[in-house]
């Protein structure tokens, strides 16, 4: 893997953004997996920024997102579709049919699951996918287990991830599930940029890039990936830097 630090998180998710509008721009069609939460938002407006300066065109490009809450409706103000559609996808020229997000309140999750998984299959394979990282060393919802997952699949939140999130449900009214994307659909993406911001994700950070390879830590999956790059702010690289 590679380890780019930044100063600041804006920098680190310019660098991100700016690998991914070339990637665009090499082939419109590029697929791209997408992430949610506050790590990837710079990434996010210096994509709007790019598509405002003309400098890329997203009308073509295809997204899958890694991960939406289970019986949350779409439209719900804590959805990772409203998440993606504010942030991004309302800002810039994407074809709405385009954008894949997975249901939530699909009535059989597994069929949700493995539909999202023949969708990128057939679309090719992910080309670039962006990812967070938890407190505890998640990437997607991939929460530390004794085995690492495969295909996209229903999870039952880890405390941590429920700690870390609750503070997004305004009437503290978060699901115990969710649907995500598995490490086994990660790790076929044909490049992969784990962004990680802030003091909180050092110890996840210095565990996934420098500990043994282990579903205790799923990040550390991303040693095996042969193009991996960690974009990391000075907080996050904190225990990386000695
Ligand atoms: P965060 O979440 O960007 O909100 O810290 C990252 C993650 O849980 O993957």
């Given at each position: 893997m590679e380890i780019r630090i930044f100063d600041t998180p804006e920098e680190a998710g310019k660098a991100a953004?700016?690998?991914?509008?070339?990637?665009?721009?090499?082939?419109?069609?590029?697929?791209?997996?997408?992430?949610?939460?506050?790590?990837?938002?710079?990434?996010?407006?210096?994509?709007?920024?790019r598509y405002e300066k003309g400098d890329v065109t997203f009308s073509k490009t295809v997204t899958f997102n890694l991960d939406e809450y289970s019986s949350l409706p779409r439209k719900a103000e804590s959805s990772?579709?409203?998440?993606?559609?504010?942030?991004?996808?309302?800002r810039i020229d994407i074809d709405g049919d385009n954008v894949h997000i997975l249901d939530g309140c699909a009535p059989d999750k597994a069929a949700e699951c493995a539909r999202f998984d023949g969708m990128i299959e057939e679309a090719?394979?992910?080309?670039?996918?962006?990812?967070?990282?938890?407190?505890?060393?998640?990437?997607?919802?991939?929460?530390?287990?004794?085995?690492?997952?495969?295909?996209?699949?229903?999870?039952?939140?880890?405390?941590?991830?429920?700690?870390?999130?609750?503070?997004?449900?305004?009437?503290?009214?978060?699901?115990?599930?969710?649907?995500?994307?598995?490490?086994?659909?990660?790790?076929?993406?044909?490049?992969?940029?784990?962004?990680?911001?802030?003091e909180s994700?050092?110890?996840?950070?210095?565990?996934?890039?420098?500990?043994?390879?282990?579903?205790?830590?799923?990040?550390s999956v991303l040693q095996n990936h042969p193009d991996a790059v960690f974009l990391l702010d000075k907080a996050a690289a904190k225990l990386l830097e000695d």
């Open positions: 953004a700016d690998i991914i509008v070339e990637t665009v721009v090499a082939n419109p069609a590029a697929v791209l997996g997408l992430a949610t939460g506050a790590t990837p938002l710079p990434v996010y407006r210096e994509m709007i920024r990772y579709y409203t998440f993606m559609w504010s942030n991004l996808f309302s090719g394979g992910v080309d670039v996918q962006l990812l967070g990282i938890g407190t505890n060393g998640h990437i997607g919802f991939n929460e530390p287990a004794d085995e690492f997952t495969g295909g996209t699949f229903e999870v039952k939140l880890s405390q941590s991830t429920r700690d870390s999130n609750i503070k997004y449900f305004a009437d503290g009214n978060m699901p115990e599930y969710a649907l995500t994307i598995g490490i086994g659909t990660i790790m076929k993406a044909k490049k992969i940029l784990l962004m990680a911001t802030g994700k050092a110890k996840a950070i210095y565990a996934a890039v420098k500990g043994e390879v282990t579903p205790r830590c799923p990040a």
